[in-house]
C-alpha cells in the first residue's frame, strides 16, 4: 500500500492551515478545513494526482470554511461538519465581515459528523472525536499517527476560549482527552507548525499543568 500523503496549505489573512490528505492507491483526497485560496488549494489536489472526494470540518470558524463555495463551484463535493456547528457555519461570512474578511457563504453541508464516526479515504480510517471547547462542534480526525486538531491544540499554545459559544471547562477536557494518545502522534493544528503529543506534554504549560484554560 503506498503511504498516504500529507500536505500543510497555508492560507488567508488569518494564516489558517488546510491540510490535503491524498492516497495514490485510491486516487482520492479530502481537504480538511479549506479556509481560502480555494483556486490554490484546487491546484494542490490537482498537483497530487489525485481527485477531490470531499471536504471534513474540524469546526465552523470563518478562517477555516472561506474557501468551500470556490472549491465546491469547480468541484461539488459533499461537506461533512459536525451540527453543533450549524449556527457558526450558517453565519460565518458575516462573522468573518465583523474581521474585515469577505468571504463567499459556504454552501449546505451535506454529512453530519458525530463521536465515534469513521471516515474513510481509500484504505485509510479516520477515527472521529467529538473534541468541543474552541467552538460547540469542534471534531479532531485521528488516525495512522495523525491528530488533525482544528484549532484545539497548537504547538506550544492552545485555542481561542472568548469567542462566541467558546466553553472553557470543555476546551480543558477535550485537551486532557488528546493527552490519552500516544506521544509519538503527530499533532496537525489549524495555525502554525505541527508539533507532536509527546512534545506539548513537556512544553505546552496547558498540557504539562503550569496553566489552565481561562475561565474552566
Request: negative net charge.
Amino acid at each position: 500500500m503506498t503511504a498516504l500523503r500529507l500536505q500543510q496549505l497555508t492560507v488567508g489573512p488569518l494564516q489558517e492551515n488546510c491540510w490535503l490528505l491524498a492516497d495514490p492507491d485510491s486516487g482520492k483526497a479530502v481537504l480538511i478545513d479549506p479556509g481560502d485560496e480555494a483556486p490554490a488549494l484546487l491546484a494542490a489536489v490537482d498537483a497530487s494526482g489525485c481527485t477531490l472526494d470531499a471536504i471534513w470540518l474540524t469546526h465552523a470558524h470563518f478562517d477555516h470554511v472561506g474557501g468551500i463555495a470556490g472549491i465546491i463551484a469547480v468541484q461539488p463535493v459533499p461537506v461533512w461538519l459536525h451540527p453543533a456547528d450549524a449556527v457558526l457555519y450558517a453565519n460565518a461570512a458575516s462573522s468573518a465581515a465583523r474581521w474585515g474578511v469577505m468571504i463567499e457563504s459556504p454552501p449546505p453541508v451535506d454529512h453530519p459528523l458525530a463521536e465515534g464516526d469513521v471516515m474513510q479515504l481509500g484504505q485509510y480510517r479516520f477515527d472521529v472525536w467529538h473534541l468541543p471547547g474552541h467552538a460547540p462542534g469542534h471534531v479532531a480526525f485521528v488516525g495512522h499517527g495523525l491528530c488533525l486538531s482544528g484549532d484545539l491544540l497548537f504547538a506550544g499554545s492552545i485555542g481561542r476560549t472568548d469567542l462566541p459559544l467558546c466553553d472553557p471547562t470543555a476546551m480543558h477536557q477535550s485537551l486532557m482527552r488528546l493527552t490519552t494518545l500516544s506521544p509519538e502522534t503527530r499533532v496537525c493544528p489549524g495555525h502554525g507548525v505541527s508539533t507532536t503529543i509527546g512534545h506539548e506534554l513537556t512544553a505546552n504549560p496547558f498540557l504539562r499543568g503550569a496553566a489552565r484554560v481561562l475561565g474552566a
